[in-house]
T-cell receptor
Framework: GAGVSQSPSNKVTEKGKDVELRCDPISGHTALYWYRQSLGQGLEFLIYFQGNSAPDKSGLPSDRFSAERTGGSVSTLTIQRTQQEDSAVYLC???????????FGSGTRLTVV | RKEVEQDPGPFNVPEGATVAFNCTYSNSASQSFFWYRQDCRKEPKLLMSVYSSGNEDGRFTAQLNRASQYISLLIRDSKLSDSATYLCVVNRGFQKLVFGTGTRLLVSP
């Protein structure tokens, strides 16, 4: 597609449930990133995939968070046993060369009740 | 101390005004710099890259001072449509962008 596509756009889940968020990057972009943004806060780096290299997971806040990228394209961010503090907008971005900035998807707004 | 610091604002200016935002970063090894714009409840969008020589895109001028670890954005002849949050962004290597929390701009008629 022409842009970065994320689904679902909104997700409401009960505390303790698992959720999966999907990102479909721009075709040909080798780098894929996940960030999250809590209300009124800046963007928090979560994880970065570059080609076939091992992902940089240094931003994942706990072991309840994991992500994978299949076939160098689509990525799934999984949050297990969700907590209320996980409520945020989860943004995916892709890039052909990070030196020139990223293109973001429109995000998934996660609400844990 | 945050790695990228910005004045959160809001900056309230009338249409036609000139407004400037500043940003400082703490990691001297940072390699590339950007300004992003984020509208309410929308994703950030790249506004412009920032170079030491300074660069201009229409009404927008960005400047980088590596010695002072300081980035600026100047908006001339403000429009109502410029109302948004402006994010200062630093690439500190390994393709990881670090975002400031943003400066909110409100342009009024």
């Amino acid at each position: 597609g022409a842009g970065v596509s994320q689904s679902p756009s909104n997700k409401v889940t009960e505390k303790g449930k698992d959720v999966e968020l999907r990102c479909d990057p721009i075709s040909g972009h080798t780098a894929l990133y996940w960030y999250r943004q809590s209300l009124g806060q800046g963007l928090e780096f979560l994880i970065y995939f570059q080609g076939n290299s091992a992902p940089d997971k240094s931003g994942l806040p706990s072991d309840r968070f994991s992500a994978e990228r299949t076939g160098g394209s689509v990525s799934t961010l999984t949050i297990q046993r969700t907590q209320q503090e996980d409520s945020a907008v989860y943004l995916c971005a892709s890039s052909s060369d990070g030196a020139y900035g990223y293109t973001f998807g429109s995000g998934t707004r996660l609400t844990v009740v | 101390r945050k790695e990228v610091e910005q004045d959160p604002g809001p900056f309230n200016v009338p249409e036609g005004a000139t407004v400037a935002f500043n940003c400082t970063y703490s990691n001297s090894a940072s390699q590339s710099f950007f300004w992003y714009r984020q509208d309410c409840r929308k994703e950030p969008k790249l506004l412009m890259s920032v170079y030491s020589s300074g660069n201009e895109d229409g009404r927008f001028t960005a400047q980088l001072n590596r010695a002072s670890q300081y980035i600026s954005l100047l908006i001339r002849d403000s429009k109502l449509s410029d109302s948004a949050t402006y994010l200062c962004v630093v690439n500190r290597g390994f393709q990881k962008l670090v975002f400031g929390t943003g400066t909110r701009l409100l342009v009024s008629p």
